[in-house]
């Protein structure tokens, strides 16, 4: 019955910013605006993939979280280059201070971290065709790639 998910909404303190933010630094689609009830949506991943609600209501904003779908090479290769000229601060998961993607062990997937204007928590995530190995955490690709090369060795 549940496919994916299709549609995600997050509360913004200005919605011509927030605007820019996804529009202009993310590149998404404006699917619609309804500036009377200061409310835009864009569509993700092409028009009827999956959508992103932008709510103006300043006094009602908190921190969220959520992550974009990409491909492991996008992220390995093109995600920081681009959200770094982009004028935007990248960090993964550990907040470690480098701006390389880690690999999450247990589903396994490859992910790198940034912030939109309202500071919510945005992640391009990738999974990768490779068993899942809870037991390692968190680690670089190139750890991961060595894991991998020890099992098929």
């Known amino acids: 019955m549940i496919n994916g998910l299709f549609e995600t909404h997050i509360n913004v303190t ?26 835009a949506f864009y569509w993700l991943g092409g028009r009827g993939e999956a959508m992103l609600g932008l709510w103006e209501r300043p006094a009602l904003v908190q921190r969220q979280h959520f992550a974009f779908r990409s491909t492991v090479d996008d992220i390995r290769e093109r995600v920081v280059p681009f959200l770094k000229g982009k004028g935007l601060a990248v960090h993964n ?61």
Do not use: N
């Not at 990768?128 to 809870?134: C, F, G, Q, V």
């Open 93 to 153: 998961f550990l907040e470690d201070d480098t701006e390389r993607p880690l690999v999450f062990g247990w589903m396994p997937a490859i992910a790198i971290y940034f912030t939109d204007p309202d500071g919510h928590s945005l992640e391009f995530i990738a999974m990768l065709p490779d068993e899942p190995r809870p037991e390692v955490g968190q680690v670089t690709w190139d750890v991961w790639q060595q894991l991998q090369e020890s099992v098929v060795g």
């Open 14 to 39: 200005d919605l011509e910013r927030s605007m820019a933010f996804y529009e202009e630094v993310l590149g998404l689609e404006l699917g619609l605006l309804q500036e009377d009830r200061r409310i």
